[in-house]
């Protein structure tokens, strides 16, 4: 069974450009997540959905943030403009019907540098 | 605010040696997850405790809840190389939350 698939792994990008980052969930798997990671703040929780809806997006750092879950099989995370700032590992975890927070699944992770 | 530390930040030990890493918090939990991440991959789940006073074994590895669910120890005997990683404990809250620690670097020298 194939795990949670990010896509790209790495991305280089100048600052002001836009990024889009790719997840595919574990096909079945209600709940998906997206982070972030640095060494500073560690793992950071954005934002997450329940059956494609987006339920908490406090975590997202600003309106250049923004991402979208348009089926049960793929979700985006956009950010416009594109900021040195933003550099990170951006993570993307999907957990099972009737799990929710007790287990996630995470993605290898796209590792994010805005020059 | 709910808080995680967990303690050491860092640990370099040589193969065959035991150690614990230690989080802890002031604040209650209903579930404490433990997760082990390499170099270039996400975190991957060991374990996760939800009863006050909990063990959990796996392998070489214990985990163990604190009494009063605020605080946890991971304890790994004899360990090897292939232990080398960020092990990452997650604490879950009544709002269906996941409260993340720092995480502590484990390095196992050959």
């Known amino acids: 069974d194939a795990g949670v698939i990010q896509s790209p792994r790495h991305e280089v990008t100048e600052m002001g450009q836009e990024v889009t980052l790719r997840c595919k969930p574990i096909?079945?798997?209600?709940?998906l997540f997206w982070y972030r990671q640095t060494m500073m703040r560690g793992l950071e929780l954005l934002i997450y959905f329940n059956n494609n809806v987006p339920i908490d997006d406090s975590g997202m750092p600003e309106d250049r943030f923004s991402a979208k879950m348009p089926n049960a099989s793929f979700s985006t995370l956009k950010i416009q403009p594109s900021e040195p700032r933003d550099s990170a590992v951006y993570f993307c975890?999907?957990?099972?019907?009737?799990?929710?927070?007790?287990?996630?699944?995470f993605g290898a992770g796209t590792r994010l540098s805005v020059l | 605010t709910q808080l995680l530390e967990q303690s050491p930040q860092f640990l370099s030990i040589q193969e065959g040696e035991n150690l614990t890493v230690y989080c802890n918090s002031s604040?209650?939990?209903?579930?404490l997850q433990w997760y082990r991440q390499e170099p270039g991959e996400g975190p991957v789940l060991l374990v996760t405790v939800v009863t006050g006073g909990e063990v959990k074994k796996l392998k070489r590895l214990t985990f163990q809840f604190g009494d009063a669910r605020k605080d946890s120890s991971l304890h790994i005997t004899a360990a090897q190389p292939g232990d080398t990683g960020l092990y990452l404990c997650?604490?879950?809250?009544?709002?269906?939350?996941?409260?993340w620690g720092a995480g502590t670097k484990l390095i196992i020298k050959p």
């Open positions: 975890a999907s957990s099972p019907p009737g799990q929710g927070w007790n287990i996630q699944y």
């Open positions: 604040s209650v939990f209903s579930s």
């Open positions: 096909s079945g798997h209600d709940y």
């Open positions: 997650a604490g879950g809250n009544s709002n269906y939350q996941l409260i």
